[in-house]
């Protein structure tokens, strides 16, 4: 029986850890939320969007390797795009894109059951590993947390009634825990929750095994030196994107505020305050017979300095900028840039941008497509990564 008390010790460290980067992807995700919310505008959006495009429309396919067996190599590619089929890669691959541009990086996770292999992509939130690892393959042990309904739970898991199950804060849901291990004998499950066991391939063993290494990859946009995730773009421009957004709301309420008329009222000038901020009324009563100028006076709000309007527009030039997605790229002229071949030499150093996301995914989908080779019966390696441009 393996000692939960260690692993829960284990987790814990790793957790504690990997909180500083946890709490970053956080941050990613309400930075995109309040573009759509309306409390942010959508400059830096709009690059993920266009980045987005770009590798939606490359989908990466997969060949395998012909070898000696031609006809074996081509039961299994049959085998292998079944898998990619009914698991709607293409659709995995297009949320894939967006978490990886938005906060860095995307876990993929590949699992057997019942002769069916399964992809997904486990929130990398909920994904721990050893700390000071630049890579999951380095790391001693690797923990994914899943949450699932109690009866659910129940119905999967009979032998865990009369347990205590691990529960969300809020009581509602079953935390259950995988700790994949490489041992003597290949890849080693253990999950549990709470004091329950649920599953340990020291006693049962498991066709996984045979991968030898981690069913998990993490795909990321620009590396960070001290963990296997990356920054995205939310990381990187989410500076300029909030100078731009305190500009603009700078701007906005500066506006407003000179068109709403406001007024100094001197106490005791007699003006009847009430008819005056009525419009409708075509008569205003004074309490006296004089009516000075400084009874009533119009408040003049002060405006921005004539260099705002400049610096917001050279703070939204900047984000377009570094994050390649100037005008040219959609299609616009940049300002001062007429020459074709200009313009063409703009697109082209997008498009080096959006060939080196690409090609950092396609390394990794290149060991996830040969891990799930190896789950239906090849041999690890033998996947090419091709792309198909639709």
Request: net charge neutral; with cysteine.
């Amino acid at each position: 029986m393996p000692n939960l008390d260690l692993f829960h010790e284990e987790l814990d460290r790793y957790v504690r850890a990997k909180s500083e980067l946890d709490a970053r992807v956080t941050r990613d995700l309400e930075r995109c939320r309040s573009c759509f919310t309306g409390s942010s505008t959508a400059w830096l959006f709009s690059s993920v969007a266009a980045r987005h495009a770009d590798l939606s429309a490359q989908v990466p396919g997969v060949k395998v390797a012909q070898g000696a067996d031609a006809r074996a190599a081509k039961k299994l590619q049959k085998k292998l795009d079944k898998t990619l089929a009914d698991n709607f890669f293409a659709q995995m691959w297009s949320d894939a894109a967006y978490t990886k541009l938005l906060t860095g990086s995307v876990c993929w996770a590949v699992t057997a059951s019942g002769g069916a292999v399964r992809l997904s992509q486990p929130d990398l939130r909920s994904v721990f590993w050893e700390p000071g690892c630049l890579s999951l393959d380095d790391s001693e042990a690797v923990y994914v947390r899943s949450t699932v309904l109690p009866g659910r739970f129940y119905a999967l898991f009979p032998k865990a009634r009369g347990r205590r199950p691990e529960l969300t804060p809020d009581g509602r849901r079953v935390v259950v825990t995988d700790r994949y291990s490489v041992g003597p004998r290949g890849l080693e499950l253990l999950r549990f929750s709470g004091d329950a066991v649920i599953f340990d391939s020291a006693e049962s063993g498991g066709a996984f095994r045979s991968l030898g290494t981690y069913p998990l990859v993490i795909d990321r946009l620009y590396p960070d030196d001290r963990s296997p995730a990356g920054y995205g773009y939310f990381d990187l421009y989410g500076g300029v994107q909030r100078d731009i957004d305190r500009l603009n709301a700078a701007i906005t309420d500066n506006v407003c505020a000179g068109s709403r008329r406001r007024y100094f009222c001197r106490v005791g000038g007699g003006v009847n305050e009430r008819e005056f901020a009525d419009e409708s009324r075509p008569i205003v009563h004074v309490a006296n017979s004089f009516l000075g100028e400084d009874s009533i006076r119009e408040i003049t709000p002060a405006p921005l300095p004539a260099i705002s309007l400049g610096l917001l527009e050279s703070r939204i030039a900047e984000l377009k900028s570094v994050s390649f997605n100037r005008d040219a790229v959609s299609g616009g002229t940049e300002t001062g840039v007429t020459s074709g071949t200009a313009i063409n030499a703009l697109q082209q150093a997008a498009m080096k941008a959006s060939n080196d996301i690409s090609g950092t995914s396609e390394r990794a989908m290149h060991r996830l497509f040969n891990l799930t080779l190896s789950l239906l019966g090849g041999r690890f390696g033998d996947a090419k990564v091709v792309r198909n441009e639709e």
